[in-house]
């Protein structure tokens, strides 16, 4: 496949040359060559490596975590095993996170309960009063 230009890369991979741009900065996209007046080409398959990048940012990777698994991907020694791991340590932060917004919205449903909400004035609004409220004492 011949090389792309980066509009034609962004297009392809439904991001703006903005994001295509971000991910060279963090080397996760390389041009495969510049033309002569600096305009970037890349190869046929940044389309599969942006894909790739797209998609693992919406399962909650970081860029730092997709430049690893990228690496692995290409490394002629690594194993399905090793993408997996990275698989599970995200399953086991998500689950951490969940359990974190549990938390918080269950802190929420307890001081909205006690608010009388309505036209009750703001100086009966115990989520104020919770929010002003000094833990220390």
């Known amino acids: 496949m011949s090389s792309i230009a980066i509009g034609q890369l962004a297009k392809a991979g439904n991001v703006n040359i903005d994001t295509v741009r971000y991910y060279e900065r963090k080397n996760l996209l390389m041009p495969e060559a510049r ?13 599969r490596r942006l ?15 997709i430049g690893n698994m990228l690496d692995m991907s290409s490394a002629h020694d690594a194993e399905c095993g090793n993408i997996k791991q ?4 995200k399953i086991d932060d998500i689950q951490v996170r969940i359990s974190d917004l549990q ?3 269950d802190g929420l ?4 309960a006690s608010c009388p909400g309505g036209d009750s004035p703001l100086e009966n609004c115990t989520i104020l009063e919770h929010f002003y ?5």
Do not use: C, H, V
């Open 51 to 65: 894909r790739f990048i797209r998609k693992a940012q919406g399962l909650g990777f970081s860029l730092k975590e």
């Open 109 to 112: 449903r307890q001081i909205a």
């Open 86 to 89: 990275y698989a599970e340590k």
């Open 133 to 137: 409220k000094n833990e220390a004492q």
């Open 35 to 47: 033309t002569p007046s600096g305009y970037r080409r890349y190869s046929g398959d940044s389309i």
């Open 103 to 105: 938390r918080i919205r």
